[in-house]
């Protein structure tokens, strides 16, 4: 445990590194594409099912289609965002706060490599599909992920 409850204030200056385990490591299937994307993300979806990045409940990030590649997790926003699933049902379950760490992490390194715009939206599914993903759970501690973000 990191001490943090879900929702609590991360400071990012404490937590420059997120542990990501590759594809290769974690037998993932190759993707039936791989289309580079033509610039950074302008968008972070927020799922709670196994796309491009999936964070565990320990805070592991497990790499899916990895940084500047085309996802396919919400149609025709997988061509200007990426997306990043939680392990877990976040309509019956809280996500932990190392996964919640581990996305603020993981969004503040996309940022300064490049892979994401400074000014990214980050949103849930459901904002962008009909879909009650990423769970009522997660989907409520947005708001407070997106000051934490803007705070940084």
């Excluded at 420059?16 to 972070?44: F, G």
């Excluded at 964070?55 to 997306?83: L, P, T």
């Excluded at 706060?97 to 390194?109: D, Q």
Aim: charged share 20%.
């Amino acid at each position: 445990m990191d001490g943090h409850t879900p929702g609590e204030t991360v400071d990012m200056n404490s937590v420059a590194v997120v542990a990501v385990v590759c594809r290769r490591a974690w037998n993932a299937v190759d993707p039936r594409d791989r289309t580079e994307m033509k610039s950074p993300a302008q968008t972070v979806i927020v799922h709670h099912t196994a796309l491009r990045f999936l964070i565990s409940g320990d805070g592991v990030v497990y790499e899916g289609r990895g940084w500047g590649i085309v996802g396919a997790h919400a149609k025709e926003h997988n061509f200007h965002s990426v997306g990043i699933a939680f392990m877990g049902n976040f309509n019956d379950e809280l996500p932990s706060s190392e996964s919640l760490s581990a996305l603020l992490r993981l969004l503040h390194i996309g940022v300064l490599h490049g892979h994401v715009r400074p000014n990214f939206v980050l949103v849930g599914h459901r904002d962008v599909a009909k879909t009650a993903c990423p769970g009522e759970h997660l989907y409520s501690l947005l708001p407070k992920l997106r000051e934490q973000l803007q705070n940084h």
